[in-house]
C-alpha cells in the first residue's frame, strides 16, 4: 500500500539502481510531480512527470508501463485541487474594488 498519487509531489529518498537495465533513475532529495501509480506485483510502480525510466524494452520508456518502486520517494505536499483550480481562474478586467 502507497499513500502516493498522481499529482503529489515527492522527495526521491533512494536513487540506487536496482537491475542492470535501470539507467535513468531520479536524484537523490530532489522533489518531482507523480505523472501515475500502478499495482504490479506486491507493490506499487511510480510514474514522473518530469523523468521518463528506463524501459524493459530498451532506452527510456515508451511502452508506459515502466516507472520505479514507489518506495524510493516520500510524499512532501499534495496539492489541493481547489487551490490549482482557484489559480486557473480568469482574472476580472478590470476588477471593482468595492
Not at 502516493?4 to 509531489?9: E, K, N, R
Not at 507493490?43 to 512527470?49: A, D, P, Q, T
Amino acid at each position: 500500500m502507497t499513500d502516493i498519487t498522481a499529482g503529489d509531489i515527492v522527495r526521491c529518498i533512494d536513487d540506487t539502481p536496482s537491475r542492470p537495465a535501470s539507467r535513468i533513475m531520479p536524484d537523490l532529495n530532489m522533489l518531482y510531480v507523480v505523472a501515475g501509480v500502478r499495482p504490479v506485483g506486491g507493490g506499487h510502480s511510480v510514474r514522473l512527470r518530469e523523468l521518463a525510466p528506463s524501459c524493459h524494452r530498451g532506452g527510456a520508456c515508451g511502452c508506459g508501463r515502466c516507472g520505479w518502486d514507489a518506495r524510493r520517494f516520500r510524499r512532501v505536499y499534495r496539492p489541493d485541487p481547489d487551490l490549482i483550480a482557484s489559480l486557473l481562474r480568469p482574472i476580472c478586467e478590470p476588477c471593482d474594488a468595492g
